[in-house]
């Protein structure tokens, strides 16, 4: 049974920081890629940093400096930092494995929900 199971969401003061954490079971992580997906209040949901099989990264430009997605294959858990978080950086936060070289999710969980306070 494949599972998806996000962590470490919460509310945080404007300025902090956060750990997400993302435990994949049921499958390979060297048969897909990750990513973490946000959704906030009123917007469409988007790729924010994903990692290849092969430990490549990527970070979309409004996170970049800010967002570090990295991955310990042992425990099969896939990690986002977020720091100096922004009131923008609210919403539903949502790991996914993604089909290799597309970014386009396959399995979802159910997301760890940040709200960032000023």
């Known amino acids: 049974e494949v599972q998806v199971v996000e962590s470490g969401g919460g509310s945080v003061q404007a300025g902090g920081s956060l750990r997400l954490s993302c435990t994949a079971s049921?499958?390979?992580?060297?048969?897909?890629?990750m990513g973490w997906y946000r959704q906030a209040p009123g917007n469409e949901c988007e790729l924010v940093s994903g990692?290849?099989?092969?430990?490549?990264?990527f970070h979309a430009d409004s996170v970049k400096g800010r967002f570090t997605i990295s991955q310990d294959n042992a425990e099969t858990t896939v990690y986002l930092d977020i720091n100096n978080l922004q009131a923008e950086d609210s919403g539903w936060y949502y790991c996914?494995?993604?089909?290799?070289?597309?970014?386009?999710?396959?399995?979802w969980g159910l997301g760890a929900r940040v709200t960032v306070s000023s």
């Open positions: 996914a494995a993604v089909v290799c070289g597309t970014w386009r999710p396959k399995y």
């Open positions: 990692i290849s099989s092969d430990g490549s990264t």
């Open positions: 049921g499958f390979s992580f060297d048969d897909f890629d």
